[in-house]
């Protein structure tokens, strides 16, 4: 592990960068460092840029989030927040419309099967998965056979739906007595089953984070790539920036910390102390890069 003095960032920004654990880490924060104008800088949104709360709709990016991003994105080829939320919603939580500095941001929604665009302030969307509006039927009368009514929490995300356990008395245990019900009905109507921090999300096949991150790095063209996620959704994504390394691609994983999904923070590169970290993260890449 190499020591701070030995990168090329400045050691004296308000908020100086940490040093990733791996070599393939520090080279891809150099990359982003000196090659920022085909850099890409993508990230997820709840747990990364917003704090988890019990209610995803009380969810809200980080009062820092914004002005971090607004001072990075000018410096970098290109912003994406990647998300399994609708675009839109993602956009009204985070407050990225209408933000100077972020004429340019990207989100990438319902796992990039949607995508806003700051530019033009629309969404672009495929037509949806006849599956989801089955399951959407179905689920009500499964959850009550189970009997995970109670604390259990189901959220209407227009391509997905999803089942959230944290409000029950026993967030795991209600958690693992729902995967494979769910999975069944999942897979009668041609749904997958992506499960995250006390949520298990019945979704269309065919596209995740990581394909999302890797074909928007094609479009791009991205010469170095910086990922940052918590959750069991964000390791497609991970695969795909170790894919670009290997392809010769510089890239930087950060875990925004979670005690809850060590796999995440096992793979990571550099793991922060959640989007306060993160934030942090943002600010000292911008420092780094200013003139």
């Known amino acids: 592990m190499g020591s701070q003095t030995d990168s090329t960032y400045p050691l004296d920004s308000p908020d100086p960068l940490p040093t990733p654990t791996t070599q393939g880490g520090r080279d891809g924060l150099n990359a982003l460092l000196t090659r920022a104008e085909r850099a890409l800088v993508a990230l997820d949104f709840d747990g990364t840029l917003a704090p988890i709360v019990p209610d995803p709709e009380q969810a809200r990016a980080h009062p820092d989030a914004v002005p971090a991003?607004?001072?990075?994105?000018?410096?970098?080829?290109?912003v994406a927040v990647i998300t399994g939320r609708p675009p839109g919603v993602a956009v009204r939580h985070g407050g990225f419309?209408?933000?100077?500095?972020?004429e340019h941001l990207v989100v990438l929604g319902h796992y990039g099967a949607e995508r806003w665009d700051a530019a033009t302030g629309t969404v672009t969307a495929p037509a949806p998965h006849p599956g989801v509006a089955a399951v959407r039927a179905e689920l009500p009368g499964l959850l009550d056979r189970v009997g995970a009514w109670q604390g259990t929490w189901v959220e209407e995300k227009?391509?997905?739906?999803?089942?959230h356990t944290r409000r029950a008395s026993d967030p795991q245990a209600a958690f693992e007595a729902l995967r494979a019900p769910l999975t069944d009905l999942a897979t009668r109507h041609g749904l997958v089953v992506e499960p995250g921090r006390m949520v298990l999300e019945l979704r269309p096949p065919g596209m995740d984070k990581g394909v999302a991150l890797a074909e928007y790095a094609r479009e791009i063209a991205a010469d170095a790539v910086l990922y940052a996620g918590d959750d069991l959704g964000d390791l497609p994504a991970f695969a795909a920036v170790d894919k670009l390394r290997s392809d010769g691609t510089p890239g930087l994983l950060v875990c925004s910390g979670s005690d809850e999904v060590t796999e995440l923070r096992e793979r990571a590169d550099l793991v922060v102390d959640g989007p306060a970290g993160v934030v942090g993260l943002l600010r000292g890449l911008a420092a780094g890069l200013r003139a």
């Open 69 to 78: 991003l607004a001072e990075l994105a000018p410096k970098v080829a290109a």
């Open 97 to 102: 419309a209408g933000v100077p500095g972020l």
């Open 158 to 163: 227009g391509r997905a739906v999803a089942v």
